[in-house]
């Protein structure tokens, strides 16, 4: 039980994916105080002169009516900046990478080859051994005809 666990945390996928949510933590940090620092206060400028910022006083002497839009644009331009970096950062040059030094496919076979490995096929179904089969194709004696004689 303690070998499959062990197995489990040591694929590439888990570390990886522990990997990207250190990364994504660490820079949602980052992208919030940006936005706080930057975003925030460009989003003061459309809003009124009051201290609630961006949004709509749905009844004038009710603070607790205000829809505040800042927030939510804020909370979008943080969520496509973390999204943009991880995927430059992360995803982009792991595909790279991948591609690069990733597993290679194996050669497809030939046309010829694959006729080859019909013609083996059929030989040791109808007549037994390949050897009769290319001794019958030689001789241009239909695999049938041989069969039907054995």
Do not use: C, W
Not at 26 to 55: Q, R, W
Not at 92 to 100: G, I, Q, W
Not at 103 to 114: D, I, N, Q, S, Y
């Amino acid at each position: 039980m303690l070998k499959g666990f062990k197995d489990f945390l040591m694929r590439g996928n888990v570390i990886d994916l522990a990997v990207a949510v250190v990364m994504g933590t660490a820079f949602t940090a980052v992208v919030t105080a940006v936005t706080k620092g930057i975003i925030n206060p460009l989003l003061a400028v459309f809003g009124k002169t009051n201290e609630l910022g961006l949004g709509v006083q749905l009844v004038a002497d009710k603070p607790a009516t205000f829809i505040a839009v800042g927030p939510i644009i804020t909370g979008l331009i943080d969520f496509v900046m973390v999204a943009a970096v991880l995927y430059f950062v992360l995803m982009v040059p792991m595909k790279t990478l991948k591609n690069r030094f990733g597993t290679t496919k194996a050669a497809e076979p030939t046309e010829t080859e694959l006729l080859i490995e019909i013609r083996d096929l059929l030989a040791g179904r109808n007549l037994g051994t390949v050897e009769e089969a290319i001794a019958l194709e030689k001789a241009n004696v239909a695999p049938e005809k041989a069969a039907s004689t054995r």
